[in-house]
T-cell receptor, first 109, second 113 residues
Framework: TQLLEQSPQFLSIQEGENLTVYCNSS?????LQWYRQEPGEGPVLLVT?????EVKKLKRLTFQFGDARKDSSLHITAAQPGDTGLYLC?????????FGTGTRLKVLA | NAGVTQTPKFQVLKTGQSMTLQCAQD?????MSWYRQDPGMGLRLIHY???????DQGEVPNGYNVSRSTTEDFPLRLLSAAPSQTSVYFC????????????FGSGTRLTVV
């Protein structure tokens, strides 16, 4: 059973467009992280959100943790080809980090 | 460079063979874990450890063993390889309070034929 569902699974957009990726669960998490992974490499941490309703910004990326700490979103403004990659959310429950199914983003120049 | 080192990077096994995937970190992280990554499945937790001498099972532990004799090393052993274990394996570490997020190794691509 996958505790964390991400949508969409795939996304192909033109440079300059905006997009939102969603990470949803029926379970409550202590915290939630977002990672980006490039081919042949391990995931790299982008952000950690801890408090329900928390919003964090990282340049053109905006992350939000749901009020009930069951879901999260990642919004990218004016996407660039360098944003291409696999985006993964990960929720913390007790000692375990549970990863989402991933969203594969391709930004075309 | 400080980080998580995984070896080997690629491996082909025959069904029934055993092998050990190595993982070492030099950041003095207490928490280490092994994940497998399959298409459309994201990363699934195999085993994790919160310190030397302490290990526990994750979501998909069957067919794998781990041990943690030192803070630095966390090897993953495949006891009798099966084609279903064909995957990319990632080792990751973080502090016990998880305040810094995971640092991942670059992965081991394993094929079982």
């Amino acid at each position: 059973t996958q505790l964390l569902e991400q949508s969409p699974q795939f996304l192909s957009i033109q440079e300059g467009e905006n997009l939102t990726v969603y990470c949803n669960s029926s379970s409550v998490f202590s915290s939630l992280q977002w990672y980006r992974q490039e081919p042949g490499e391990g995931p790299v941490l982008l952000v950690t959100v801890v408090t329900g309703g928390e919003v964090k910004k990282l340049k053109r990326l905006t992350f939000q943790f749901g009020d009930a700490r069951k879901d999260s979103s990642l919004h990218i403004t004016a996407a660039q080809p360098g944003d291409t990659g696999l985006y993964l959310c990960a929720g913390l429950r007790t000692y375990k980090y549970i990863f989402g199914t991933g969203t594969r983003l391709k930004v075309l120049a | 460079n400080a980080g998580v080192t995984q070896t080997p990077k690629f491996q082909v096994l025959k069904t029934g063979q055993s092998m050990t995937l190595q993982c070492a970190q030099d950041m003095n992280h207490e928490y280490m874990s092994w994940y497998r990554q399959d298409p459309g499945m994201g990363l699934r937790l195999i085993h994790y450890s919160v310190g030397a001498g302490i290990t526990d099972q994750g979501e998909v532990p069957n067919g794998y063993n781990v041990s943690r004799s030192t803070t630095e090393d966390f090897p993953l052993r495949l006891l009798s390889a099966a084609p279903s274990q064909t995957s990319v394996y990632f080792c990751a570490s973080t502090t016990l309070d998880r305040s810094v997020g995971y640092t991942f190794g670059s992965g081991t691509r394993l094929t079982v034929v």
